[in-house]
């Protein structure tokens, strides 16, 4: 299985592509399967958060790209500035992640929060669309480049992923 635990700045040739929700970009520990087909183990220090475009290599030196998969949003739009700024600062204010685009915020689907910001005059759109939150006042921005392994590489460990036979 081939196993990925170095980010790289770039790539002249790209092996694959690696299609993962938000979700599972935010996981230090990971069994997944490429666009190709192949599984792979990702494995990186805790708190790191795989990113759109980002470029994974491990031992065999092929460039794997991670890309955000398309999941279920809500795009929200309003009328002025002040009222998405209300928009943000609730939902701030219940720590949800949240995207923050020109002129408006993607949260993930949500019912509660659906309701909330229509309350607030807020536009809600159901959207299918990548995820990428704000990585937080403490969380370094999208520059931050790794030297080396992401990781410990453990020499045999076994990723199990939701659905596998135990």
């Known amino acids: 299985m081939l196993t990925l635990h170095t980010k790289i700045p770039s790539a002249d040739i790209i092996a694959a592509q690696l299609v993962l929700p938000y979700e599972l970009r935010e996981k230090c520990r990971l069994r997944a ?3 190709t087909g192949e599984d792979v183990a990702v494995f990186t220090v805790r708190g790191t958060v795989l ?4 470029l ?12 955000a998969a398309l999941e279920p949003t809500y795009k929200i ?19 949800t992640q949240a995207q ?9 689907a949500d019912a509660v929060l659906k309701e909330m910001l229509a309350g607030l ?10 995820f990428e939150p704000e990585s937080g006042a403490y969380g370094g921005g999208h520059g931050h480049h790794h030297e080396g392994p992401l990781a410990p590489i453990p020499l ?4 199990h992923r939701p659905g596998d036979p135990a």
Do not use: P, S
Not at 77 to 95: I, S
């Open 77 to 95: 739009t309003c009328a002025d500035a002040h009222t998405l700024l209300r928009c943000a600062f609730h939902l701030g204010n219940r720590h």
């Open 51 to 54: 990113r759109d475009g980002d």
């Open 156 to 159: 045999r460990q076994k990723i």
């Open 121 to 130: 005059g807020a536009t809600v759109a159901e959207e299918k669309a990548a």
């Open 56 to 67: 994974l290599t491990g031992e065999d030196k092929r460039v794997i790209k991670v890309v």
């Open 100 to 108: 923050v685009g020109d002129g408006y915020l993607r949260i993930r």
């Open 33 to 35: 399967t490429l666009d």
